[in-house]
């Protein structure tokens, strides 16, 4: 029988991947769900995030309590983060400010990011613009991984933990409540934003930019915006994805994870819903998590390396949706601005100014 502390340890996991990939999600819901923009750079935002704070949110800290923040800060990686863990850890007040600042330091450096990716995507439509977005997170990857300076190269860096003040047994949790707080702010927001004039302006592109463009809508503004917005909420998830493991690694961080399996939570939960968005990254997430637990009870029986099992039986599942649910499980509803009660007085109203016009 399994130990319970172990089933503990891999359901909060769960939870906080589920968190982590529904930010992913809904980001590149508004992108493309939204606005039509077929953003495969994904990478990009995710990694700019964790790299911000790999790069630059350490180096404040540590520069705050005067350690080195240069390159010695790499170099002398382990005894500065030990130190600054150690200041921390008897600081709340410092540590969520700290906190605070990496999240909002990131969505920053990740609208940069996001406004720098806009250039091409002003210019470029369909397969040339997905190809160049994907082409620009495996730029910053590269870099990430071969300049020592900026993350420590292939050896990645350590971060302080701003959760170094909750006691051990505590920290999953809070971890946790942080990852599925923000995940709820950005689905709120994206539901408002959804719900508003600028969501349906958004959809509107999506459909027909000439005839927005022929309206008099600033098509290129809109899509600025929209992958500056998008940008952002992605670097957010990098960047609790590097508190929470309290290191940035360029090998965390690649594109079959973070840029084509978002797509795939998007497509198998719904394009242009949330909610869909929300659903296919919980489905998407737990699956692969089950079988990357449980696959090698099947190594003896597999006629393969059960490496490519998750590969294999996600593959088959992307393929059956579809084939069955080609538009997703929640497929995209018309969006009521006014409510159900609302509509209807407005409708009686009028009909009652036709009557007494006609009388």
Known sequence: MMDLSV???????????????????????????????????????????????????????????????????????LEVVGFLNNSLSSSPLQSIGFL???????????????????????????????????????????????????????????????FRWIESQYRPVAVLSTVL???????LYLEYLGRSPLGRLLKAMRENELSASVHGKDVVRLRT??????????????????????????????????????????????????LGAVIGAIIFVTLRELIVFYKYFFEAIAPFDVVWLEYLLMGIALIIVLMYRPEGLLPEKPTRTLSEKRL???????????????A
């Open 7 to 77: 089933i503990s340890i891999f359901l909060t996991n769960l939870i906080i991947l589920i968190g982590l990939f529904i930010i992913i999600s809904l980001s590149l819901n508004l992108e493309y769900g939204y606005a039509g923009i077929p953003n495969f750079g994904k990478l990009l935002a995710v990694a700019g995030g964790a790299y911000f704070v790999g790069a630059a949110s350490g180096r404040i800290l540590a520069l705050a309590y005067g350690q080195p923040a240069g390159l010695g800060y790499i170099e002398r990686n």
């Open 100 to 162: 605070i600042f990496s999240i909002m330091g990131a969505a920053f450096f990740g609208g940069l990011l996001g406004y720098a990716a806009s250039y091409p995507a002003i210019r470029l439509r369909g397969d040339y613009l997905a190809i160049t977005l994907l082409a620009m997170g495996e730029i910053l990857w590269v870099i990430g991984d071969n300049w020592q300076p900026f993350i420590g190269g292939s050896m990645g860096v350590r971060i302080p933990d701003p």
């Open 181 to 187: 707080l923000l995940a709820l702010m950005v689905f």
């Open 225 to 274: 915006r929209t992958l500056i917005v998008g940008f952002s909420i992605a670097a957010v998830s990098g960047a609790l994805n590097s508190l929470w493991t309290v290191s940035v690694s360029p090998k965390d961080f690649e594109r079959v994870r973070h840029t084509f399996m978002p797509w795939v939570m998007v497509m198998i939960g719904g394009a242009g819903n949330n």
């Open 344 to 358: 209807r007085e407005i409708a009686a109203s009028a009909s009652s100014e036709k009557l007494l016009e006609e």
